[in-house]
Nanobody, 113 residues
Framework: QVQLVESGGGLVQAGGSLRLSCTAS????????MAWYRRVPGNSRELVAL?????MYSDSVKGRFTISRDSAKRTLFLQMNNLKPEDTAVYYC?????????WGNGTLVTVSS
């Protein structure tokens, strides 16, 4: 079992930056993949960035967002720079271990124009 808690969301002007954090507890040593997803109301959840055996970014955030984990692999970060109004969404932390997936409750990011 893994529990995920996101933090760091908020309101920021276009061009600004935010850093999201996701703190994991439980069987964190068995996590093989962690990721950030986001959902705009009325749309499906979309992958933003992923880290595990590889690191991937969606085309819409490539060059602006950076995903990372701390050395203890307990916290996942998403550094978001040059934010755009279209980045406004609820951002969710994701973890996978032994084929099971876990989600946090999400943190809202609002980018004003």
């Amino acid at each position: 079992q893994v529990q995920l808690v996101e933090s760091g969301g908020g309101l920021v002007q276009a061009g600004g930056s935010l850093r999201l954090s996701c703190t994991a507890s439980g069987s964190i040593s068995s996590i093989d993949t962690m990721a950030w997803y986001r959902r705009v109301p009325g749309n499906s959840r979309e992958l933003v960035a992923l880290t595990g055996g590889t690191t991937m970014y969606s085309d819409s955030v490539k060059g602006r967002f950076t995903i990372s984990r701390d050395s203890a692999k307990r916290t996942l970060f998403l550094q978001m720079n040059n934010l755009k109004p279209e980045d406004t969404a609820v951002y969710y932390c994701f973890a996978r271990l032994y084929g099971m997936v876990y989600w946090g409750n999400g943190t809202l990011v609002t980018v004003s124009s």
